[in-house]
């Protein structure tokens, strides 16, 4: 007789075979505290974090059916819950930029009168912007500053001859060292 469990859509599916509770009991065993330090490394918010581990633990288990020991268990285990804490971190972030409507339109909308103080606070921003992309490559100059006029994708693309999952991919690439760039800068 197989049994059944309900998944996260409402739908049954069969239990996972023996093997895989043997496995992931094994897995737990070997790498619990090692993967609840992971999380804590990924999420600071003890919530969120609780929900992170649940989600590693959860992804862990269903990804035993198709472990077929090309790798060690705890590699395997490892790869899942990095895949699963990136995509946490990656959905997280999508949602701290979304504006919400219960935010007051007073702090959605840009300030009409800014102090002089913000204008040379921008100004200087602006300055390291403009730095930061004299460094870049050439190529990656220009994909960066027709990103920063707004054009999309397929628009950079066609300008610079990459195709377009390669102008996303380096806009992506570019956005984390110039980050990476700016908090070097701050710490100075």
């Not at 930029?97 to 204008?119: C, F, K, Q, R, V």
């Amino acid at each position: 007789m197989t049994m059944l469990y309900q998944n996260e859509r409402g739908g049954a599916e069969a239990a996972a075979p023996p093997d895989v509770d043997r496995l992931y009991i094994q897995a737990v065993d070997q790498l619990g505290p090692a993967l609840a330090r992971l999380a804590v490394g990924y999420e600071a918010n003890p919530i969120e974090r609780q929900d992170l581990l649940q989600d590693i633990h959860l992804q862990v288990w269903r990804s035993l059916t198709s472990f077929d020991e090309r790798c060690s268990l705890r590699t395997w285990v490892y790869r899942v819950a990095h895949n699963v804490a990136a995509d946490h971190i990656g959905r997280a972030r999508r949602l701290k930029g979304m504006i919400g409507l219960d935010h007051p339109a007073a702090e959605i909308a840009a300030d009409p009168n800014p102090s002089p103080e913000t204008e040379v606070s921008d100004r200087l921003a602006l300055a390291r912007i403009h730095a930061m992309l004299h460094r870049l490559q050439p190529i990656d100059r220009q994909v960066m500053i027709l990103y920063l006029e707004e054009e999309d994708a397929a628009t950079i693309a066609e300008v610079s001859g990459l195709s377009a999952g390669a102008v996303a991919t380096r806009i992506s690439r570019i956005k984390r060292v110039l980050a990476g760039q700016v908090v070097l800068e701050a710490v100075r």
